[in-house]
Every structure is written in C-alpha cells, then in structure tokens.
C-alpha cells in the first residue's frame, strides 16, 4: 500500500474533501488529479449567480484552511501531496468572469497548473512563508488570481 492508501480515511468528511473526494489518491500526478477533480463540481456551482458562486469559493477556503490544517496535523507533514482541496478550490478561483465553454475551462486547467505548478511570484513567496492551512490554501487562492486574470483577456 502506498502512503496515501494507508492515511486516507473515506469515514472522516475532512479527510474526505481534503483528499479531494479520492483525486489526492492518485500515485501520480495528485494536485492535477484534484485540479480536474474540481470540474464536475464547478460546472455545478457555475449554474448559481455569481455571488452564489463567490460564496461557494469563499466557503470552500475557509473550509480548506482548517481541513488542510487538521488533517496535516494528523499526518505529521506540513503539505502532504495528497492534499488538493487547495487545488480544487483554486481551480474555482480560476475560473471566476469566465464562460462554461470547454475552451475556457481547458485554458483555465492549463493556466492554473502552470501557476500552481510554476510557482511565480507571489505565489512562490507565499508557498515559503505562510505555514499551515492558511499557507497551502493561500498559494493556490493566488494561483488562481492569476490564471483568471489572464483568462478573462484571453480572445477564445
């Protein structure tokens, strides 16, 4: 069993999100896996207002930063890969302002992961300094800033 087998616990509803519904599972590849993990439910979310949706976001980062501190307190690490609640609700960020169109949710895929993954500034500052579940959510939260900033000016 892999070390994401033995810590995953499909009983607790933390470790549940946390690992993102099982996408955290995956032995390659974890925070794409949670990142395309985040497309059923944002083409969900995405049929309520926007401010429905931005509160969606803003529920699911709160939620995020205690569950992604909880959760890595029991593991004994600081951001264990299987954690991608972060990238799930980083892709939602990253999708703010723009149309469900495949296009633009494919664009925005490739755009945060490339942030995500990349690391530029400020999401590489933030990633070293802030700690915890505030610190694993936060990097994502700009990463998604950034990738929407650019899809919303994007000609697809």
């Known amino acids: 069993m892999t070390d994401n087998a033995l810590t995953f616990k499909w ?3 933390d470790y549940v999100l946390a690992w993102g519904f099982g996408a955290g599972l995956a032995p390659v590849a974890p925070g794409t896996m949670g990142t395309l993990a985040a497309i059923p ?12 949706y931005l509160a969606v976001i ?9 569950i992604c501190s909880r959760v890595n307190r029991e593991l004994g690490r600081e951001d264990h890969p299987g954690i991608v609640w972060d990238e799930i609700v980083g892709f939602w960020v990253a999708m703010v302002g723009s149309p469900v169109t495949w296009e633009y949710i494919l664009a925005g895929f490739l755009l945060f992961r490339l942030f995500d993954i990349g ?3 400020p999401v590489s500052w933030l990633d070293e300094k802030v700690r915890g579940g505030l610190g694993i959510m936060l990097d994502d939260l700009v990463a998604g800033i950034m990738a929407a900033l650019v899809l919303n000016f994007l000609p697809l």
């Open 11 to 13: 009983s607790r509803p």
């Open 41 to 52: 439910l944002y083409l969900g979310f995405k049929t309520f207002c926007p401010s429905i």
């Open 58 to 66: 803003v529920l699911g980062f709160i939620i995020g930063v205690y």
């Open 119 to 121: 690391k530029p500034w």
